[in-house]
């Protein structure tokens, strides 16, 4: 029960419905074909750097001497550019790429799915249980999953809103998500000032 409790927050925090609008403006200017290929690949990068932060996260940071606050804040920087590019749009779209450009690894991959709330939870997880961090990794494989059928169907959320629905929403999930980038960046800045009191 705890596994699939876990996947579920896990799949909440990776909020692939959110995500839609904003990957598919990203994805726009690039071939039908070639669409499907770049989100799985971009999930599979995304799938890799969780289970790596699940394994390894901890220690990953320690030697690079960054804490899960700094995680944190700059994830809610990156965020907060994306969202300002959506509510206005400009030639490059949203992650000011030329049309036609694929994007690699930022930002869908990271922070998009694989981004710092969804990477501090599984911080959380293994420090909680580092003994059940198999099922942990379970729970990861369950949320990814479920992400990944949702966004593979994206064809059938385009046809049901059209362009200008898309564009709508698009701009609608740039307001949602200046708060929530603006919520990251609080939250690291307080977990910072409280760990420096």
Request: charged share 15%; hydrophobic share 60%.
């Amino acid at each position: 029960m705890e596994i699939i409790s876990a996947a579920v927050m896990l799949f909440l925090i990776m909020d692939p419905l959110g995500n839609l609008p904003v990957m598919l403006s990203i994805l726009r200017h690039i071939e039908p074909k070639r669409r499907r290929l770049i989100m799985v690949r971009e999930l599979c990068f995304a799938l890799i750097i969780l289970l790596l932060f699940l394994f390894g996260g901890k220690q990953m940071l320690a030697f690079l001497h960054v804490s899960t606050e700094t995680v944190s804040i700059s994830g809610g920087i990156i965020l907060f550019l994306i969202a300002i590019r959506m509510i206005f749009p400009q030639p490059g779209g949203v992650t000011g790429l030329a049309a036609g450009e694929e994007p690699f690894l930022v930002p869908m991959a990271i922070p998009m799915i694989a981004g710092p709330s969804v990477l501090a939870s599984l911080l959380l997880l293994s420090n909680q249980d580092p003994t059940r961090t198999w099922d942990w990794a379970l729970s990861v494989l369950l949320a990814w999953g479920a992400t990944f059928i949702i966004l593979m169907f994206y064809e059938v959320f385009n046809r049901i809103l059209g362009e200008r629905g898309l564009k709508a929403i698009e701009r609608l999930m740039g307001l949602l998500l200046i708060m929530m980038a603006t919520q990251m960046f609080l939250d690291g800045i307080r977990s910072y000032l409280h760990i420096g009191a």
